[in-house]
């Protein structure tokens, strides 16, 4: 746009300036002004619809840039959330760690053996209540002798089935 300013300007001058007396050297720069007058108008309509464009492109872009921040914002807030609730945990884990070091400490150590044996295989259940005859771990039927060992053997007694540590 700039150079076709330029190149207008000094095509007036020369229309204007009287330095051309020749009437058609006069009209064929008329012609020339007129033609560069048309070219400027159409490079300030294709400025207007690029700028209008790029208007568009950095409000949408404005737009990402809040949700970005937003997004960004609410991860830190969760992350912290998040660290909070864990320390809260890893004060739990320790207290009860430290319970059961000292409940473990009064068993003896082939029952805790057991005991650590069915709580890893019966998925942290190791042990199960006698209701009537009935195992509430895997609610089969006792033999009633094993359902007397329960009720007055001061020893472990395993659910015959399932293995579970039995309390009536
Ligand atoms: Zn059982």
Same mark, same amino acid.
């Given at each position: 746009?700039?150079?076709?300013?330029? /190149?207008?300007?000094?095509?007036?001058?020369?229309?204007?300036?009287?330095? $051309? #007396? =020749?009437?058609?050297?006069?009209?064929? !720069?008329?012609?020339?002004?007129?033609?560069?007058?048309?070219?400027? #108008?159409?490079?300030?309509?294709?400025?207007?619809?690029?700028?209008?464009?790029?208007?568009?492109?950095?409000?949408?872009?404005?737009?990402?840039?809040?949700?970005?921040? %937003? %997004?960004?914002?609410? /991860?830190?807030?969760?992350?912290?959330?998040?660290? @909070?609730?864990?320390?809260? !945990?890893?004060?739990?884990?320790?207290? !009860?760690?430290?319970?059961?070091?000292? $409940?473990? @400490?009064?068993?003896?150590?082939?029952?805790?053996?057991?005991?650590?044996?069915?709580?890893?295989?019966?998925? @942290?259940?190791?042990?199960?209540?006698?209701?009537?005859? !009935?195992?509430? #771990?895997?609610?089969? =039927?006792?033999?009633?002798?094993?359902?007397?060992?329960?009720?007055?053997?001061? =020893?472990? $007694?395993?659910?015959?089935?399932? @293995?579970?540590?039995?309390?009536?």
């Amino acid at each position: 746009m700039q150079s076709t300013r330029a /190149h207008l300007a000094t095509v007036d001058g020369k229309l204007y300036d009287g330095s $051309v #007396g =020749n009437p058609k050297e006069l009209v064929a !720069l008329q012609q020339d002004a007129d033609m560069i007058r048309g070219q400027l #108008g159409k490079l300030e309509e294709a400025v207007l619809i690029v700028t209008s464009r790029l208007e568009a492109q950095r409000a949408s872009m404005t737009a990402v840039v809040d949700q970005l921040t %937003a %997004a960004t914002a609410e /991860h830190a807030a969760l992350v912290a959330e998040l660290t @909070g609730q864990k320390q809260t !945990l890893d004060a739990e884990v320790a207290e !009860l760690d430290g319970r059961r070091a000292l $409940v473990t @400490g009064k068993v003896p150590a082939a029952d805790l053996r057991v005991y650590t044996t069915m709580f890893t295989s019966r998925q @942290g259940r190791a042990v199960a209540r006698v209701e009537r005859t !009935l195992c509430q #771990g895997c609610r089969v =039927n006792l033999p009633s002798v094993v359902v007397q060992r329960v009720r007055t053997s001061p =020893n472990l $007694v395993q659910c015959p089935s399932c @293995g579970r540590i039995l309390y009536t």
